[in-house]
Nanobody
């Protein structure tokens, strides 16, 4: 049974933008802290961003701070990651899941992921 579905990835040039979506089926994003993590080719999981219950707080990895924005639309029960000023080093498969902060890397459960490729 699919619990989380990520979408919105694709190929863009450096400096471009993408908006990733995450749709859970078993819970409401408004009732849970949520995170995005990513896995670059040949690398382990890297925590990217989190949003607290009710969207009260957000947090970002230093590598994406100022370029990415995490947000949620409760009416659509969808979590988003708005990615601007993309760099080649952002190339990775992006996953969403419940939880807040980098600790989710050891305890999280993720969807199937959506692939982002940034190249010229």
């Amino acid at each position: 049974e699919v619990q989380l579905v990520e979408s919105g990835g694709g190929s863009v040039q450096p400096g471009g933008s993408l908006r990733l979506s995450c749709v859970p089926s078993a819970f409401s994003v408004s009732d849970s802290s949520m995170s995005w993590v990513r896995q670059a080719p040949g690398e382990g999981l890297e925590w990217v961003s989190s949003i607290s219950i009710g969207g009260i707080s957000t947090s970002y990895a230093d590598s994406v701070k100022g370029r990415f924005t995490i947000l949620e639309d409760n009416a659509k029960n969808t979590l988003y990651l708005q990615m601007d000023s993309l760099k080649p080093e952002d190339t990775a498969v992006y996953f969403c899941g419940r939880g807040y902060g980098s600790g989710v890397l050891t305890s999280g459960s993720w969807g199937q992921g959506t692939r982002v490729t940034v190249s010229s």
